[in-house]
């Protein structure tokens, strides 16, 4: 069973530049989640996901981020118009569906850098 | 709001020493506690997990205790090895699905 997987694993952009990050959940997990861990910060936070929905989008920042978890396929972190300040590492987690421990697994991260 | 502590921030020892990784929290109002363990440039490896209604967890040497009434959980480790060192990361999931993380403790085992 592989674990959760994210591409690209390294980004780099330019301010202005697109960025679209990818995360396929663990095999049979539902539920899905994304946090970023700027430079010397702890991680935070920034959207959870279950397909087709997004249930709490409270960390995302209110411009240029977008995330989507469709029927088909893996999720989306969608960045627009990246600026330096978007540089950082971002995870995805995902847990399975319905009742239980709610463990979350994690990614190995896709790393922003922002030229 | 949920705010998560780890004390200290860094921490070094000498290989085969045990010793105790701290983590406190603001809400007693949790559902479960969970301890990742990060290598540089990597991702999260799960650890440990509690649920609320339980005390403690052990998996090997690593030994994870929580204390909700004190909002304070820690993280054990026993017979230290240089393999251990790592940034250790404490974080708690409440009424909501989200991870509320501490900044966590960077771990150095010196052979």
């Known amino acids: 069973n592989a674990g959760v997987m994210q591409n690209p694993r390294h980004l780099v952009r330019r301010r202005g530049q697109e960025a679209r990050l990818r995360c396929s959940p663990m095999?049979?997990?539902?539920?899905v989640y994304w946090y970023r861990q700027l430079p010397e910060e702890g991680l935070k936070f920034m959207v959870y996901l279950q397909k087709e929905n997004i249930i709490d989008e409270s960390g995302m920042p209110k411009e240029r981020f977008s995330a989507e978890f469709p029927k088909e396929g893996p999720s989306i972190l969608r960045i627009q118009q990246v600026v330096r300040g978007d540089s950082a590492a971002y995870f995805c987690?995902?847990?399975?569906?319905?009742?239980?421990?709610?463990?979350?697994?994690f990614g190995p991260g896709t790393r922003l850098t922002v030229l | 709001k949920q705010e998560v502590t780890q004390i200290p921030a860094a921490l070094s020892v000498p290989e085969g020493e045990n010793l105790v990784l701290n983590c406190s929290f603001t809400?007693?109002?949790?559902?479960?506690l969970q301890w990742f363990r990060q290598d540089p440039g990597k991702g999260l490896t799960s650890l440990l997990l509690i649920q609320s209604s339980q005390r403690e967890q052990t998996s090997g040497r690593l030994n994870a205790s929580l204390d909700k009434s004190s909002g304070r959980s820690t993280l054990y480790i026993a017979a230290s090895q240089p393999g251990d060192s790592a940034t250790y990361l404490c974080?708690?999931?409440?009424?909501?699905?989200?991870?509320?993380f501490g900044k966590g403790t960077k771990l150095t085992v010196n052979p």
């Open positions: 987690a995902s847990s399975p569906a319905g009742l239980g421990s709610r463990e979350q697994f």
């Open positions: 974080a708690l999931q409440g009424g909501s699905e989200k991870l509320v």
């Open positions: 095999k049979g997990h539902s539920h």
């Open positions: 809400d007693s109002a949790i559902y479960n």
